[in-house]
């Protein structure tokens, strides 16, 4: 399996529910997942990276931007939850 760290900027006119239908939209996809931070997710999936993306794309509007890479088990956090670090710990 993959590890993939997906992070995002919705551009303007950019609205809550424009993340709410991301995060969903992620969550519909991925059933492995952490959300350390607002615009940030690791996944694990047997997709690519370049397969993340385009799947993420279907719901973004031209001036959001988009990063996914893959993810090696070399980490460190900072004031991130306990159970994101857990998850962590388990998956990386």
Do not use: C
Request: hydrophobic content about 40%.
């Amino acid at each position: 399996m993959n590890t993939i760290l997906i992070s995002y900027d919705l551009g303007v006119p950019e609205t809550y529910i424009d993340y709410i239908n991301l995060a969903n939209h992620i969550k519909s996809l991925y059933s492995f997942w952490a959300r350390p931070v607002k615009s940030v997710w690791i996944i694990k999936t047997f997709d690519t990276a370049e397969q993340v993306r385009d799947k993420l794309m279907s719901i973004l509007d031209q001036n959001d931007k988009l990063i996914v890479v893959g993810v090696t088990g070399n980490w460190g956090t900072y004031n991130v939850s306990k159970e994101v670090t857990e998850w962590m710990k388990t998956n990386l």
